[in-house]
C-alpha cells in the first residue's frame, strides 16, 4: 500500500519532534495546536496528570477537523514532583543540578480520539544521568535548548551527553512512545507505513 500524500491523523501539538516521530512511522499530520490549562491538581499523581492533558489536547481539537486526533503530554518526574519548563536560567539550573548524578522517571501519555472513541496509554521511561559540572549547565542553558523543555533538557539534542542510561522507550522521552502509539492509531483506522499494525490491539492504559 503506497504511503498516503495527504494527512490521516491531526496533531494537535505544535512539537517539531512529535511529528518528526510520526513521519517516522509514515503518518502524515495536519498539525492543530490546542492550549490547555496545565496546571498540576492538587494531590495529581504524574500518570493521571499527564493522560489528562493528552485527552484534553485531543478533545480540543475536536471541533476544528474530521481527522483522528492525537494528543500527548510529557512530565518528567523526580521524587514523585513533576518538573515543568523552565522559567528561567536559575530554574533550569536548579532543575538540572537536581537530576544530575540521579535516575529519574519521563512519563509520557497519548491520547487518540477517532471511530474507537479516545483511546489513551501511558509510558513511565527511567532516566540516569551524569554528574553535570556548573559550567556545563550554564553551557547548556546558553545552547538555548533547554528553554521549552520539560525537565530542562531534551535527550535526541545536546542533552544527550549527559545521559548515562535510559531504562524503557527513548522515543517516549522525546515525546511519543512509537510502539504504543502504533498500536492506538491502528485500533482508530489509522495507516502506517506498511500496515504492519492492523491487528486488534488493546492497550491497558
Request: aromatic share 4%.
Amino acid at each position: 500500500m503506497p504511503h498516503p500524500q495527504f494527512p490521516v491523523l491531526c496533531l494537535a501539538s505544535a512539537s517539531p519532534r512529535r511529528k518528526a516521530l510520526l513521519a517516522s512511522i509514515g503518518v502524515k499530520v495536519d498539525i492543530i495546536a490546542c492550549d490547555v490549562d496545565e496546571t498540576l491538581l492538587p494531590g495529581e499523581v504524574s500518570v493521571d496528570y499527564v493522560i489528562r492533558l493528552a485527552m484534553a489536547k485531543a478533545s480540543a481539537a475536536i471541533p476544528s477537523t474530521d481527522l483522528p486526533i492525537l494528543g500527548s503530554d510529557t512530565a518528567v518526574v523526580l521524587d514523585d514532583c513533576v518538573l515543568g519548563k523552565p522559567q528561567d536560567a536559575d530554574h533550569a539550573a536548579a532543575m538540572l543540578r537536581s537530576l544530575s548524578g540521579r535516575s529519574h522517571d519521563v512519563v509520557t501519555a497519548v491520547a487518540v480520539h477517532g471511530p474507537g472513541g479516545m483511546l489513551t496509554a501511558c509510558v513511565t521511561t527511567q532516566v540516569t544521568m551524569r554528574r553535570l559540572s556548573e559550567a556545563e549547565i550554564a553551557a547548556y542553558w546558553r545552547t538555548g535548548e533547554p528553554q521549552d523543555k520539560a525537565g530542562g533538557y531534551a535527550i535526541q539534542g545536546k542533552a544527550a551527553i549527559f545521559v548515562e542510561r535510559i531504562a524503557g522507550s527513548h522515543s517516549a522521552v522525546v515525546g511519543l512512545p512509537l510502539y504504543e502509539t502504533a498500536e492506538l492509531l491502528s485500533r482508530q483506522g489509522v495507516p502506517l507505513w506498511d500496515g504492519a499494525w492492523e491487528h486488534d490491539a488493546g492497550l491497558p492504559c
